[in-house]
């Protein structure tokens, strides 16, 4: 039997980045995790609509998340900088059990947040065990080194990517996301390039890594999660490659991961559905 959700004050949370376009009105079954780690019936979930400038998006979030029978739910108006010292959104993220940040610019989410006390807060939370999930946007910013932009539909080049500092819940993994719909492979091995310790997380739309406190990630979704582990290159043009130069880049591995399939980002192995009895289940509606 699998143990209980990780309770606060031990290890770190989940941290749950989703590729975008995820389902949000049939299965949920992204969502539907996150609620029941969250706590359910008991969670207390804080959504975090910066990354967007639509009106809707909190609001829809909070209808979704309360259809799955979360016990709250709220989300923070923060559009500027200066919301971000608001006392009460602090307490709010002091009390939450899941928190989730949406789609929209990286770059808006990030000049807002990065580096006032709600930043603070939510890498805090994730540290004593809370949950933190992010979709699009909101899952480019959970790395150390953020995406920030970069053409689709290009092979490895020189200045094909451009990257900005992320929110740092984790710093061994790079993430892109829309992944296979835009085409995004060329960007992301050049960012793998650019330092190889970093491993590359590639997410399509309505799919997630559900990366646990062991550094272990499972794929729920309906698409794929890209994995690109560069640690083990044999010859890399990166270092003299001239402006817009194509690259060359030998000894890579590359792993596709579908539903179910595990990924150890310590010990750098994909493990397919069948072959992970020695990890646990994430837990589901009704478990």
């Known amino acids: 039997m699998c143990p209980a959700p990780v309770p606060e004050n031990t290890q770190r949370g989940f941290i749950i980045p989703i590729g975008g376009g995820e389902d949000r009105e049939r299965e949920r079954q992204i969502h539907r995790r996150f609620v029941d780690m969250s706590g359910g019936a008991q969670a207390d979930i804080i959504v975090i609509p910066t990354a967007s400038q639509l009106d809707e998006t ?38 939450a059990t ?64 451009s990257l900005a500092p992320g929110m740092g819940l984790t710093n061994a993994v790079i993430i892109d996301q829309h992944f296979t719909q835009r085409n995004r ?24 890594a559900f990366i646990g406190p062991d550094n272990v990630f499972e794929v729920v979704g309906s698409g794929t999660v890209t994995v690109v582990d560069a640690s083990q290159l044999t010859h890399s043009s990166m270092w003299d490659a001239s402006a817009g130069e194509a690259l060359s880049l030998l000894g ?36």
């Open 58 to 95: 909190g609001p829809d979030y909070h209808r979704i998340f309360s259809d799955l029978g979360a016990g709250k739910v709220e989300y923070l108006p923060i559009a500027r900088r200066a919301d971000c010292d608001n006392p009460q959104f602090a307490e709010m993220l002091d009390r």
């Open 98 to 161: 899941g928190i989730f940040m949406t789609g929209g610019n990286q770059l808006r989410l990030s000049t807002i947040i990065g580096g006032t006390l709600v930043a603070q807060k939510i890498r805090r939370r994730n540290a004593a065990g809370i949950p933190v999930a992010g979709t699009s946007a909101g899952a480019s910013i959970m790395s150390e080194h953020m995406v920030a932009g970069g053409p689709s539909n290009s092979s490895p080049a020189e200045g094909n990517i």
């Open 185 to 208: 492979l060329g960007r992301l091995l050049t960012a793998s390039s650019y330092n190889p310790f970093l491993i590359g997380l590639g997410v399509d739309e309505d799919t997630a």
């Open 252 to 287: 890579l591995r590359i792993d596709v991961l579908g539903q179910g399939c595990r990924y150890d980002l310590t010990a750098r192995q994909a493990y397919p559905p069948d072959e992970h009895a020695h990890f646990c289940s994430l837990p589901v509606s009704g478990d």
